[in-house]
């Protein structure tokens, strides 16, 4: 699995839009981009994925740039409760399935 | 259940002791995967195991670390002679055996402490 960089932390005002970048210069053409959070004492959660289109789903919107080099997860209306740690992953979909985790980025959702 | 399972939910035992780790996938799903988390990091991956082929095995810290997958279901993560350092949340995972990440589920961790 190819490596992203994210920042470690950041803050957002509740009812804003949380924008988290990713960066994955060495993506491959066959490499997904996936982001998973995890909330304080519990085990990750799927957020969304995407291959070089955009995409969107209840939960929030995944902007790939045209040389899918960078992504960028957004919560449209970030809440308290979505104050977690994000993580973005690339991978070959259905490379065994395992998820090679980074350190993330810390969403702190302030009121 | 409708989720992936994992008991206990916390264990507190004393260096040098064995402690036995249990994750009940979802049902149906082939492969599963264990992965732990020490405080403050990110997610370390261990094993992972696919229907009945041979478990990747190449995150295991060291021989003290073992785990067994029985009739394609239960999952067992055995750690012997334990180790302060093995003080960790051990997650489980499990998914359909060709599903895209996204459709990989997180148990809610067992919290061990060594002493």
């Known amino acids: 699995d190819a490596k992203t960089t994210q920042p470690p932390s950041m803050d957002c005002a509740e009812g804003r839009a949380a924008n988290l970048p990713c960066n994955h210069s060495?993506?491959?053409?066959?490499?997904?981009v996936y982001w998973y959070r995890q909330i304080h004492s519990q085990g990750p959660q799927y957020i969304i994925h995407?291959?070089?289109n955009n995409e969107t789903n209840e939960m929030a919107s995944l902007i790939i740039t045209e040389d899918r080099k960078s992504s960028t997860l957004i919560l449209p209306h970030a809440t308290l409760r979505d104050t977690a740690v994000y993580y973005c992953?690339?991978?070959?979909?259905?490379?065994?399935?395992?998820?090679?985790f980074g350190g993330g980025t810390r969403l702190m959702v302030k009121p | 259940g409708a989720g992936v399972s994992q008991s206990p939910s916390n264990k507190v035992t004393e260096k040098g002791k064995d402690v036995e780790l249990r994750c009940d996938p979802i049902?149906?799903?082939?492969?599963l995967y264990w992965y732990r988390q020490s405080l403050g990091q990110g997610l370390e991956f261990l094993i992972y195991?696919?229907?009945?082929?041979?478990?990747?095995k190449s995150g295991l810290p060291s021989d003290r670390f073992s785990a067994e997958r029985t009739g394609g279901s239960v999952s067992t993560l055995t750690i012997q002679r334990t180790q302060q350092e093995d003080s960790a949340v051990y997650l489980c995972?499990?998914?359909?055996?060709?599903?895209?990440?996204?459709?990989?589920?997180f148990g809610p961790g067992t919290r061990l402490t060594v002493l």
């Open positions: 992953i690339v991978r070959v979909e259905n490379a065994g399935n395992m998820l090679t």
């Open positions: 049902s149906g799903h082939t492969a």
């Open positions: 195991f696919q229907g009945n082929s041979a478990p990747d």
């Open positions: 060495t993506i491959s053409g066959n490499e997904y």
């Open positions: 995972a499990s998914s359909l055996a060709r599903q895209a990440g996204g459709g990989t589920f």
């Open positions: 995407g291959l070089k």
